[in-house]
Every structure is written in C-alpha cells, then in structure tokens.
C-alpha cells in the first residue's frame, strides 16, 4: 500500500476514534470544516498528504463533538487529540500543545448548564434528553448535544461554538457548498445574511458514499466578527451505532436556520477570544488552474469531456469516448521532496526519467465502494520536490459500479499528463 493510502487509512481509524457516540458531532464546527477543506483540495488523490497540511494550519484538531465528554450531564472524560501547533523558542511541544490550547479558552462565563438551556430554549415542543455540554472555561470549546424528540422519533442534535479569523480560509471555506462531483449530498445552499453573515445550508448523509439512512442535516454561520456556529442533527439518536428513528433529523432547514442563527449563543462566544490571524498561505505548487489544464492536456486523444471540477492544484473531468464514462484526477504538490515521499517511488511500478524525476505507475482496485472498479495511476515527482499526481478510473463516480472494463486513458497516456511541463508554466 502507497504512503499516502496507509497515511489515509491512519487518519481514518483517527478519525472514527473521535466519534465513538452521540457526542462526536459537536466539534463538528473545526473538524467539518478541516475535512471540507481536505475534500475540496485534495479529494483523492494524495489528499491525506494535504489533509495533514491543513490540520497543521489551522490549530487543534479536537474530538469528541457527540461522544467524547462534556461536563454536562451524560458523557464520560476522554482525551483531546490536538496536531501540533508551532513552538515558540525555547519551548517544547508539549508546552507548545498547552499554549495552543489555552488560547481557545474563555473565562468561564457561560457554563455548560447555561448551554443547555440555552438549546432546550431554542428547541421546538419536544423533549430533550441524554444532553452533555462544555461550557467556555473548557480548553476543548463550548458544545451542547442531546437527544431531541418532538413525539415523531428521537434523533441527535449538536451545536459547536468557536472564533475564526473572519477574513481567513477557514471561515470561507466553512460556509462553502461541497463539490458534487466530490461528495453526494440532497442539498446544499450558501447565502450572505444583511449583517454580513454567511450561512451555510446542508443535507447530506454520515456515509455519502453509500447513501445509507443516517441522514446528516447542518447548518454553519460564520459572522464578520468571526463567531462561528456549527450546528448538525441526525434521524437517529446517535451520529452512529443506533438504528435510524425517523425519515428525517427533527428540525427542518427553516428550525435549523433559526437556532442557529439565534443571538442567544452571542454571550458564549463573545467570552471566547478572538481568533489568530491566519498565516498567509504557501505559495501554490501551479501558477494554473488544475482543471483547466486537465482538459487541455487530455484534449489531444479525442475524447469528450462531459464533467469538470476541482480549483487550484486538484482538478477532476470525467471523460467519454463513446464507451463508458470514465473520471481522471490531478494533484499537484509542491515541497514535496523529502525522504519520507521519495521512499514512495520504489518497488514494482517505480522508474527514474533521465533528469532525476521518479514516476511510480499503479494499476489497483477502486477503494470507495464501487463495483469493479479499476484505478490507475501515476505518481510523478520532480527533483525540486513538485509532484503531479494524475489518476484515471473505469467510472465516473468512484462509489458507483464500474462503467467500462478500463479507464479511458491508458496508462501511459496518464504518465504522458503527469510528466508534461505545463503544470509549472
């Protein structure tokens, strides 16, 4: 298995550690936001690569939203799981940790009873039980989860509250609609409010790659000031593990939009400091537009592109030749030329070009579900450390069963994508 797909497979079983119960979806506020990101940027090729960038930028990756201990009622300690923040000199990470931690943390003002009151309040005629909360003092955040049952079926609901810096990445990327071509969802809307705000509208599946039942509906606000407001529910009385209670979550889009964008969660967060200014970004591996340069790469072998996606450095088409759909990928990285990912470009598959690029060529089975699914690809990286990823799939979604025997680009083809100058203008 390629560093990359162990990395992800890693960052995966981490994942699910953190959502062990109802709980887990209330920290939802940084972590959907973080996943997000990592869909929109890397999707799947070399995504847990990028996915560890962004968790590194952008502070504490904490569990714990619908399962791991509030100091509510309901919900036993568990450990924070934080990536590591920057040291300052002389400092340790350890300390660095602690630091990182402490700044999230308010005076205590709000407590976690008031939280709770404060979701009971907001709440339509229904009861709500196993409820758990943190208040501000907690150096994991302020949440507030229960069971909400309005007579018609219990399902989970949570709330996160936090700060982000208003003019940064993570506020804008927290309250911007998935791509379709990356992540099945019902709906999805967008607005700005009169205040500035911007809102995010959600209705999506826990497992969208199989569309099962669990049905995952949220609602995101972002403010000028940089409050941020993550709600989510389900139509079963835990994120996972229980069997689904209801057709839908028990609020509709309209209930969800009001709770959350209700002033009465301003006194938490007005008692959270401010937000760190986001350091700026690196600069972009590619001076082009990754899915524009994959349609005029694969323009030359003649076949149709039906569908086209991505922005910046990861880039998607899906491709007809007449004979199935077919979807190709491209990430492009740079910095990338350390020993940990050139011990990536060695065994079967695995060359070096004249000029020192290493290319690795793989022909494996799809890993999102699909039937029959093939994936084919070729991993190139240059010897100042820029890396070009480009992928081709006997299908057009890779949830969904295979749609022709092979990709519709050969592998050498892909190789042919990968290598060609243009990435880097």
């Excluded at 967008?190 to 500035?196: F, N």
């Excluded at 695995?350 to 000029?355: F, G, W």
Aim: a neutral charge; glycine letters at 14%.
């Amino acid at each position: 298995m390629p560093f990359e797909d162990e990395l992800g497979e890693a960052l995966r079983r981490t994942g699910e550690g953190f959502t062990a119960d109802r709980t887990a979806l209330v920290d939802a506020g940084e972590r959907r936001g973080r996943r997000l990101v990592a869909r929109r940027r890397a999707a799947v090729i070399g995504g847990s690569v990028v996915a560890l960038a962004v968790i590194g930028t952008t502070g504490a990756y904490t569990g714990g939203l619908f399962g791991g201990s509030g100091s509510g009622s309901g919900g036993g300690g568990g450990p924070v799981n934080v990536a590591a923040p920057p040291t300052l000199p002389g400092e340790s990470p350890w300390e660095a940790r602690e630091r990182a931690l402490k700044e999230r943390v308010g005076t205590g003002a709000v407590s976690a009873e008031q939280l709770v009151n404060v979701l009971k309040q907001l709440l339509p005629p229904g009861q709500l039980t196993e409820t758990d909360a943190r208040g501000t003092g907690d150096e994991r955040g302020p949440m507030v989860s229960g069971v909400f049952d309005d007579g018609k079926g219990k399902g989970s609901i949570g709330v996160s509250l936090s700060r982000v810096d208003p003019k940064g990445a993570m506020a804008a990327e927290m309250v911007k609609c998935p791509d379709r071509g990356q992540l099945e969802y019902d709906s999805c809307t967008s607005d700005t409010l009169p205040d500035g705000s911007r809102l995010l509208l959600f209705q999506g599946y826990e497992y969208p790659d199989r569309r099962v039942d669990t049905k995952n509906w949220r609602a995101t606000l972002t403010t000028p000031q940089g409050f941020l407001v993550d709600v989510q529910e389900y139509n079963s009385a835990a994120q996972k593990g229980k069997p689904i209670s209801r057709p839908t979550p028990p609020l509709t889009m309209a209930q969800l939009k009001a709770l959350t964008v209700s002033p009465l969660w301003h006194l938490a967060l007005n008692d959270l400091p401010a937000a760190r200014t986001e350091a700026a970004r690196p600069p972009a591996a590619t001076k082009v537009s990754a899915p524009d340069m994959l349609v005029e790469l694969s323009g030359k072998y003649g076949m149709t592109v039906v569908e086209r996606g991505g922005e910046g450095e990861y880039g998607y088409i899906v491709l007809d030749d007449g004979k199935g759909k077919s979807l190709v990928q491209v990430n492009v990285q740079a910095n990338m030329g350390d020993e940990v990912f050139r011990a990536m470009f060695t065994g079967p598959g695995s060359s070096t070009l004249p000029d020192g690029t290493l290319v690795k060529e793989e022909d494996k089975p799809g890993e999102k579900g699909g039937k029959n699914v093939v994936w084919w690809s070729v991993d190139t990286l240059r010897p100042d450390g820029r890396r070009v990823v480009v992928s081709g799939f006997n299908t057009n979604k890779q949830n969904k069963p295979a749609t022709r025997e092979k990709p519709a680009l050969t592998m050498q083809q892909l190789k042919e994508i990968a290598l060609d100058p243009k990435w880097f203008g």
